[in-house]
Nanobody, 123 residues
Framework: QVQLVESGGGLVQAGGSLRLSCAASGRAISSYNMGWFRQAPGKEREFVAAIRRTSGSTYYADSVKGRFTISRDNASDTVYLQLSSLKPEDTAVYYC????????????????WGQGTQVTVSS
């Protein structure tokens, strides 16, 4: 079992940047494949980015490719999402998620979730 806590969200102007953090406890983050998802009001939760446990390979939704970067620091049991060139349509609650086995970009395949952190991008 692992507990995940996101932080780093806030209000930022379009074109700005934020770095989201996801701190893990209970088990080392190196035990899991990690992902970031987001959910805007009235919308389904959608895949944003993922990083594989073993290879470190990264994957991104087309909507954020080239603007967002996922990374992990196993020494501190933390996964990050660097958000750059932010757009108003990036406004959402961002969730960190952990998956025990294998890579996935599907919400219901992930085993553990954080509480979310709000990102609001103003025009």
């Amino acid at each position: 079992q692992v507990q995940l806590v996101e932080s780093g969200g806030g209000l930022v102007q379009a074109g700005g940047s934020l770095r989201l953090s996801c701190a893990a406890s209970g088990r080392a983050i190196s035990s899991y494949n990690m992902g970031w998802f987001r959910q805007a009001p009235g919308k389904e939760r959608e895949f944003v980015a993922a990083i594989r446990r073993t290879s470190g390979s990264t994957y991104y939704a087309d909507s954020v490719k080239g603007r967002f970067t996922i990374s992990r620091d196993n020494a501190s049991d933390t996964v990050y999402l660097q958000l750059s060139s932010l757009k108003p349509e990036d406004t959402a609650v961002y969730y960190c998620a952990a998956k025990w086995r294998g890579y996935s970009d599907t919400v219901d395949r992930y085993d553990y979730w954080g509480q979310g952190t709000q990102v609001t991008v103003s025009s």
